[in-house]
């Protein structure tokens, strides 16, 4: 599927009456975004494709895309441990970082500055918003004081920190779709009362587990029926236990059957359903929600971008 078949099916020139879509909403992209790899399973050009599809969308044309400032170190230390960041910064290989599977370079972590600081950014305008859509983000294997995976500072952790920091009295509820666990997150909160970390994801895949507050393992070719089913029944236990103030939604593009790493068989109407579900709970329980990527590496690399596209159309139009 191409880009130009994308605008074909939305019909993107032609805008939906202003009445259908939700007034409270707006994104956050930076072109630092992109990682500047060449040969990686991570496609690098993802988050520049999504936000053209979004700015060429009349349906978007009264939602404001802002541009980020670049976390600091403080930012950074909200959640990542002085010596981890010091040998990152100084591009050290270490233990800590060796099971990072990008480059350790300047313009690689000024990548990673850039989406924390969107992140960051993104939770400030929920203020504002009720839904902001971070067009990068969900780096959840990020731990304290290793990297992991695609991962080197974790994004939704500083930035929730940072928003409880200021907020202590406040609930955050972090659901997260990718078909990873995102473990890094599970083990930075683990013992913080404040942060309701719920993962669904692919159980016989990386990583190694960590405790979330509820995880969910999904066999191997769970379907759409079947993975629906589960968020609906699990979103339902959720609103028992935490009545959240903000959600993190990491919106991962990698349960779908297509992907290249990912080993279950949702597909794209069925990853759009469950971004609908998630909004329309987040509407029932009057939160806000900052939205970020987090993973997507289909055969197709449109298809990625399609999903992570989806994310935006489900939160902006009512239904």
């Known amino acids: 599927m191409s880009l130009f078949d994308i605008f074909k099916i939305f019909d993107i020139f032609h805008p939906l009456e ?3 879509l939700h007034t409270e909403m707006s994104f956050v992209y930076s072109p630092h975004y992109n990682l500047p790899l060449e040969k990686s399973v991570e496609p690098a050009s993802k988050f520049m494709k999504l936000y053209e599809l979004v700015l060429y969308d009349m349906d978007f044309r009264n939602y404001h895309i802002y541009e980020p400032q670049r976390a600091n170190r403080n930012d950074l230390e909200l959640i990542h441990s002085t010596e981890y960041l010091d040998d990152l910064f100084s591009l050290k290989r270490t233990d800590k970082n060796k099971y990072s599977e990008l480059p350790l370079n300047h313009k690689i972590l000024e990548s990673f ?4 600081g969107g992140t960051i950014f993104a939770t400030k305008q929920t203020e504002k918003d009720q839904f902001v859509y971070n067009l990068g983000g969900g780096f959840h294997h990020a731990f304290r ?10 994004d939704v952790a500083v930035a929730a920190q940072k928003y409880l920091n200021t ?3 406040k609930k955050v509820l972090i659901i997260d779709l990718d078909v ?11 013992n913080n009362a404040s942060v309701f ?3 669904i994801h692919q159980e016989n895949l990386y990583p190694k587990k960590e405790k979330s507050t509820l995880d969910i393992g999904l066999k191997d070719y769970c379907n759409d029926s079947e993975y629906l089913r589960l968020l609906k029944e699990s979103l339902t236990s959720i609103e028992k236990e935490i009545q959240p103030d903000l959600i993190y939604y990491l919106a991962g593009a990698d349960p779908y059957e297509g992907d290249r790493i990912g080993g279950l068989k949702v597909s794209i109407n069925g990853l759009y359903k469950r971004d609908v579900m998630v909004k329309e709970f987040a509407i029932e329980h009057d939160c806000k929600v900052v939205i970020v990527t987090a993973g997507g590496y289909a055969m197709n690399f449109h298809d990625t971008v399609t999903i992570h596209y989806n994310t935006a159309r489900a939160f902006a139009v009512k239904y």
């Not at 500055?113 to 924390?116: A, D, F, T």
């Not at 004081?145 to 974790?154: I, S, T």
């Open 18 to 20: 202003a009445e259908r």
């Open 113 to 116: 500055l850039y989406s924390v």
């Open 145 to 154: 004081d290793k990297a992991e995976g695609f991962c080197y500072f974790n």
């Open 167 to 169: 907020n202590p009295n």
């Open 180 to 190: 990873h666990q995102g473990n890094g997150t599970s083990k930075i909160f683990q």
């Open 197 to 199: 970390t719920f993962s």
